[in-house]
């Protein structure tokens, strides 16, 4: 089946400092790849996505690049803000038993200290 | 456009009790679904909808019902809760025919607490 598979956390960091959170996965076919934030008392919201293989999904001075080859999708950012503190989540989508449920990742905590 | 919203923000509840956890969309989605959300243990999946009058199992469906009468409304229902029922649920909806295909809007989640 679809999974997908995160860097744990948590991943602590000074501000302007850069990121990299890691993400890989698992899927048949050509998934659609996303990666959602959930800020504290909040339910998840779409950061970036990318459809197809070498697509770049980029919002608010984030990235992320879908490489087919290496499974990957992970995100970046160079110079991380305390406004950017928030939980982290990969996500893809595939077809499975006919549905296009999305498949998350675990979730990684991101602490940015001033 | 309100997005999802869910009700109630916060519930308190005592073992055996039932209750319903409400949501709706108005997006016009076909696909909805409810997770659990507990430290740890990242986003599980109870149940979702494919569309009005479909409705199937996800990862953690025990202790909880759907229905789904209508393609605005996806209510979550515990049947008698448990102590392991306490958790952050959370409703979303996508589409697969939209412009934003496939991207999961989710409701600010309600917060539950079974004594």
């Known amino acids: 089946g679809n999974s997908v598979t995160q860097m744990e956390g948590p991943v602590t960091l000074s501000e302007e400092a850069f990121l990299t959170i890691n993400c890989t996965y698992t899927a048949t076919g050509y998934p659609s790849l996303f990666w959602y934030v959930q800020y504290p008392g909040e339910g998840l919201q779409l950061l970036l996505k990318a459809t197809k293989a070498d697509d770049k999904g980029s919002n608010k001075g984030f990235e992320a690049t879908y490489r087919k080859e290496t499974t990957s999708f992970h995100l970046e950012k160079g110079s991380v803000q305390v406004s950017d503190s928030a939980v982290y989540f990969c996500a893809l989508s595939a077809p499975e038993g006919g549905s296009y449920i999305p498949t998350f990742g675990r979730g990684t905590s991101l602490i940015v200290h001033p | 456009n309100a997005g999802v919203t869910q009700t109630p923000k916060f519930q308190v509840l005592k073992t055996g009790q039932s209750m319903t956890l409400q949501c709706a969309q108005d997006?016009?989605?076909?696909?909805m679904s409810w997770y659990r959300q507990d430290p740890g243990m990242g986003l599980r999946l109870i149940h979702y909808s494919v569309g009005a009058g479909i409705t199937d199992q996800g990862e953690v469906p025990n202790g909880y019902n759907v229905s789904r009468s209508t393609t605005e409304d996806f209510p979550l229902r515990l049947l008698s809760a448990a102590p392991s029922q306490t958790s952050v649920y959370f409703c979303?909806?996508?589409?697969?025919?939209?412009?934003?295909?496939?991207?999961?809007?989710f409701g600010p989640g309600t917060r539950l607490t079974v004594l």
């Open positions: 997006m016009n989605h076909e696909y």
């Open positions: 979303a909806s996508s589409s697969r025919t939209s412009g934003n295909r496939d991207t999961q809007y």
